[in-house]
């Protein structure tokens, strides 16, 4: 007999209401011909992000923190049935000691109010928040010229969706997504990066 082990969550983190997880953590790997300096630098330039996801339409640099720390706007488009999204995320940038580089998303409590009196969005937009996702660059030992490439994310992507069947359209959705985006990715080094 198969038995679930309940995953615990660390002190201070997790859902507020663990009970009611409906959507899927997603994570995507896979080798890529690029070195993870140069990966890095890719996903740090917002003018090219169309490149590798087509989901996202709009994407906005608010303001920077310090070197490292910025926090983005983002917008999708219509994804099959659902309304356009909007999101607001810290993004962090780091490099490790062994030459490891991460980008890392965390959901930001960002109205826009100010952008959306100034006319800059409007509200066809429905609020999701990316409450976790990142880019880990692993070097590949031996290969300098090559990353092993994760993609991590984790979404509520709001509005009506917020519910048990809007979960299980999502969950589809997102379950080819990291398949795709290293599909993507490795286009987009074949084209030059």
């Known amino acids: 007999k198969k ?18 997880i409906r959507f899927d953590a997603i994570m995507g790997t896979g080798l890529i011909n690029a070195s993870p300096k140069d990966l890095f630098e890719f996903f740090k330039d917002v003018s090219r992000v169309h490149e590798y996801n087509e989901f996202c339409v709009e994407l906005e640099d608010l303001g920077w923190l310090d070197s490292q720390t910025k926090i983005s706007w983002s917008a ?8 356009p999204r909007d999101f607001v995320t810290r993004v962090h940038f780091a490099k490790l000691p062994d030459g490891t580089h991460i980008v890392g998303n965390l ?21 999701m928040e ?4 990142g880019s880990i660059f692993r ?15 984790y979404s509520n992507p709001g509005g ?7 979960a299980f359209v999502v969950n589809n959705i997102a379950a080819r997504a990291p398949i795709e985006l290293v599909e993507k990715l490795r286009k987009c080094v074949k084209k030059g990066i």
């Open 107 to 127: 959901a930001e409590d960002f109205h826009c109010t100010d952008q959306r009196e100034k006319g800059r969005y409007t509200d066809r937009y429905v609020r």
């Open 3 to 20: 038995t679930k082990k309940a995953f615990k969550w660390p002190h201070g983190g997790g859902p507020v209401e663990p009970d009611k």
């Open 160 to 166: 009506m969706i917020d519910s048990a069947i809007g």
């Open 76 to 83: 999708t488009n219509y994804l099959g049935p659902l309304s």
């Open 130 to 133: 990316v409450l976790m996702g």
């Open 139 to 153: 070097p590949v030992p031996g290969n300098p010229h090559m990353t092993n490439y994760s993609g991590i994310s």
